[in-house]
């Protein structure tokens, strides 16, 4: 049963396009949301993270949007590029941080 | 993946046979942690450790078992490997932005 849910499973788009990745989770104990970037044969590197008591957060060009009543959260990537071409991963947790749940990632393609 | 070295890169290994994997790291981090990745999962924690011999399970434990006898290693080790722990192994660790930062990773093929 997986507690965080992710969609799309791919996604392409062209450059200069905003690409919107979503997150859904159940349970309403976790306390911190962030997204992971992962680029082939690397492990997943810390992208941008958020807490409930906001409801976005800006990083550059990445952007979390965070909905508590809906248990949704999504990212989007303003002026996409080719070299954000990469697996994407939400993820949550809660108290400690030393059970962080996953979700099953984003293939995501920009095209030149 | 400053700090974090795991190794092997890659390994290739029978059914039946028992498997280590190795995890460093170089930042005195207390908190170390094993995953797994497999395509439509996402990653899975395996186990973690919050301390030398501290160790706890986590959602996919089953065959597998960990050991944390200094604070820079961390070992996992798949007693009879099975088919179905191929996979990709990443360690990972805590930092002090409340982020993990993953190593490298160790693909796992049981044949």
């Known amino acids: 049963q997986q507690q965080v849910k992710q969609s799309p499973q791919s996604l392409i788009v062209q450059k200069g396009g905003i690409p919107i990745i979503n997150c859904a989770y159940e349970?309403?104990?976790?306390?911190?949301f962030p997204w992971y970037q992962q680029f082939p044969g690397k492990g997943p590197a810390l992208l941008i993270a958020?807490?409930?008591?906001?409801s976005e957060k800006k990083e550059g060009r990445f952007t979390i949007s965070f909905n508590k009543s809906a248990k949704q959260f999504s990212l989007h990537i303003m002026d996409s590029q080719p070299g954000d071409s990469a697996t994407y991963f939400c993820?949550?947790?809660?108290?400690?941080?030393?059970?962080?749940?996953f979700g099953a990632g984003t293939r995501l393609t920009v095209k030149p | 993946d400053a700090g974090i070295t795991q190794s092997p890169r890659h390994k290739v290994t029978e059914t039946g046979t028992p498997v280590t994997l190795r995890c460093h790291q170089t930042?005195?981090?207390?908190?170390m942690y094993w995953y797994r990745q497999d395509p439509g999962h996402g990653l899975r924690l395996i186990h973690y450790?919050?301390?030398?011999?501290?160790?706890d399970k986590g959602e996919v434990s089953d065959g597998y078992s960990v050991s944390r006898s200094k604070t820079e290693d961390f070992l996992l080790t798949l007693e009879s490997a099975t088919s179905s722990q191929t996979s990709v192994y990443f360690c990972?660790?805590?930092?002090?932005?409340?982020?993990?930062?993953f190593g490298s990773g160790t693909r796992l093929t049981v044949v």
């Open positions: 993820a949550a947790s809660m108290g400690n941080n030393n059970d962080m749940r």
């Open positions: 349970n309403t104990a976790f306390d911190y």
């Open positions: 958020i807490r409930p008591d906001v």
């Open positions: 930042e005195n981090h207390r908190y």
């Open positions: 450790s919050y301390g030398v011999k501290d160790t």
């Open positions: 990972a660790t805590i930092g002090n932005n409340y982020g993990y930062t």
